[in-house]
């Protein structure tokens, strides 16, 4: 089903998009991979057509990601959207610098490359956007005050994009995903059980699970969370 599919996938250098990027290439899929540090991005060139880095808070070069990808291979059928960036701090110790951070990355750059791919797929009349939200855009945590205005955000913004695309075929799918053990928590002053989270592996196998449901079907959102740390 996901054969020569073009799948641009952005943020696949992390935890969750480069699980993704290991099961699309053996389905023979297309794949556009985007990400901020080049280093890591040409490590997975082999198992990509494309790698092109991106600094997702410049719409310029959000476009130019979505151009290449169109240069070569005519169309975008599905975004992966799976960057992000996470700052957790008490209330009283959050610098503007923080929140600017995060709204830029994970507000305004998660709205540049939604446009975009939008752009193209309305031409083209079809397409999937997977947006990889978190838990925390529908939850909030202590010490997640600025990250969960940023995620907040992308779920209202996504949710309105989503109706307004509707009418061109444009399937939005939310992903809510718990705890995921990924380097997100490599810099998070928090003592976390990381044994009992989620795997990248059972993320990206929800984002294909989508993926590959049929035609018809609309997945609009999917809620995984580890069973040590629930939220109803």
């Known amino acids: 089903m996901l054969q020569d599919k073009v799948i641009v996938v952005v943020g696949a250098t992390g935890g969750i998009g480069r699980a993704v990027v290991e099961r699309l290439h053996p389905l023979g ?23 092109i880095p991106t600094d997702i808070t410049d719409p310029a070069q959000v476009h130019h990601l979505m151009n290449e ?98 009418r061109y075929s444009i399937k939005v799918t939310l992903f809510y995903f718990g705890g995921v053990d990924t380097p997100f928590w490599d810099e998070i002053p928090l003592k976390v059980d990381r044994t009992k989270m989620l795997r990248p ?11 590959q449901s049929e035609p018809a079907a609309v997945p609009m959102e999917i809620n995984i969370q580890p069973e040590s740390h629930l939220f109803f």
């Open 201 to 211: 592996e059972t993320a990206a196998q929800a984002i294909l699970y989508a993926l």
């Open 69 to 166: 990808a169109v240069s070569a291979f005519g169309r975008i059928d599905v975004l992966v959207n799976a960057a992000g960036v996470g700052i957790l701090k008490p209330w009283d110790k959050l610098t503007p610098a923080d929140l600017a951070t995060q709204l830029a990355v994970n507000l305004q750059g998660n709205f540049y490359t939604l446009q975009a791919a939008a752009q193209v797929m309305k031409t083209q009349r079809a397409g999937h956007i997977c947006n990889v939200i978190g838990i925390l855009g529908k939850h909030t945590m202590p010490m997640a005050a600025a990250y969960c205005a940023s995620k907040f955000g992308a779920v209202g913004l996504s949710k309105v994009l989503a109706d307004e695309l509707r």
């Open 29 to 51: 899929a297309k794949l556009v991979l985007a990400a901020r540090r080049p280093e890591p991005l040409q490590a997975l060139a082999g198992i990509g057509d494309l790698a």
